[in-house]
């Protein structure tokens, strides 16, 4: 392990309606190095919606980057001066999401077609900001796989000033797949990520895409900077409880699932205290939480039964720390 790790070594993904700032507060008690992402915030949210509703985050969640979405330099730039201006530790650019939404807005993955306006977006940002701009891509876009496409696009926007690049190592289609299907049937091609970072030694090169293993970490780790992950940290974040000793020599964690449990009630309470949030909204990222322990599907429905939703949070959290265990689930015989 290098003695200065990358900030970029471990992250979790951006990811729409998951990683908000109730999620990303439980990926902190589990984790203290790895960078977490918000979701996609669209410039035109920024300009015309709620500023503080799509860029509050608790100051327990560093490091966070921000993560846009849009194609236009001056809004890119005054979105991204907004994210320094709370606090944000990177501004990232999305240019991996495929859906139809996002390319009616014309930003996205079908950004990857146009290298030199998110050129011209990375460096209208660079020059509003101090803080690290990084771009998040795929390998390619349609039935386009030639290496050539994605070194070519890495190559114009590194010229432009971006010296991090998270490679989602799955092409988009922009017709006839769903994202959900976008983050599954293009086929991964985990080589084209690592020859990026032959080719561009001096960039950072991350890769994401359908990781799920601490071994699979060590061993992309052979070979670029970093290495994001998403819905494996999602659906079963104990795996982040991990990362600190195994990527970032830190002592073994001593965290206990109990711990999280009541620092999340906590925060529960204090969140409900300062603007009404309900625990419920807070509760759903945590389900993942008990993966492979007995007793997990009893706790995950008290947590999910919607007509415990006017108690108190820590009166649920008892009623579904009645059902659980520390051990694991018995397999069926």
């Known amino acids: 392990m290098p003695a200065s790790p990358s900030p970029w070594r471990l992250s979790v993904a951006p990811m729409m309606d ?6 990303r507060y439980l990926h902190r008690l589990l984790t ?4 977490l992402y918000t979701e996609m915030v669209t410039t035109g949210a920024l300009m015309h919606g709620s500023v503080q509703r799509h860029l509050r985050f608790n100051a327990e969640e560093h490091p966070v980057a921000l993560q846009l979405g849009g194609s236009e330099p001056d809004d890119l730039a005054r979105a991204a001066k907004m994210g320094e201006d709370w606090g944000y530790d990177e501004i990232n650019l999305n240019c991996g999401c495929p859906s139809e939404r996002v390319q009616r807005g014309a930003f996205g993955a079908c950004l990857m077609a146009e290298p030199q306006t998110v050129a011209d977006g990375v ?14 891509h795929r390998i390619g876009i349609d039935k386009t796989e030639s290496y050539e496409f994605v070194r070519d696009f890495v190559g114009t926007v590194a010229e432009a000033g971006c010296e991090v690049f998270i490679v989602h190592a799955r092409n988009a289609w922009l017709q006839g797949l769903s994202p959900k299907e ?22 950072t090169i991350a890769v994401n895409g359908g990781i799920t293993t601490n071994a699979q970490i060590a061993e992309h780790l052979q070979h670029v900077d970093g290495v994001m992950l998403g819905r494996e940290a999602y659906h079963h974040p104990w795996l982040l409880t991990t990362w600190d000793e195994a990527f970032y020599g830190d002592a073994p964690s001593t965290v206990t699932r109990e711990w999280v449990e009541d620092q ?32 997990a599907r009893k706790w995950r429905q ?8 006017p108690l108190p949070p820590r009166e649920v959290w008892a009623m579904a720390q009645a059902h659980v265990s520390d051990e694991p689930e018995a397999l069926p015989a």
Do not use: Q
């Not at 203290?32 to 960078?35: C, D, Q, Y």
């Open 182 to 203: 976008n983050r599954e049937i293009p086929p991964l091609r985990y080589e084209l990520a690592h020859r990026l970072k032959r080719d561009f030694p001096r960039l």
């Open 264 to 295: 999340m009630v906590r925060y529960m309470e204090r969140a409900h205290a300062e603007d009404g949030c309900p625990w419920y909204a807070i509760a759903r990222h945590m389900l993942g939480l008990r993966h492979g322990l007995r007793g």
């Open 302 to 309: 008290v947590w999910s039964d919607h007509r415990l939703k």
């Open 32 to 35: 203290k190095h790895t960078l």
């Open 18 to 23: 998951w990683t908000d700032r109730h999620c």
């Open 123 to 136: 460096k209208a940002m660079k020059d509003a900001v101090s803080l690290p701009v990084t771009v998040k």
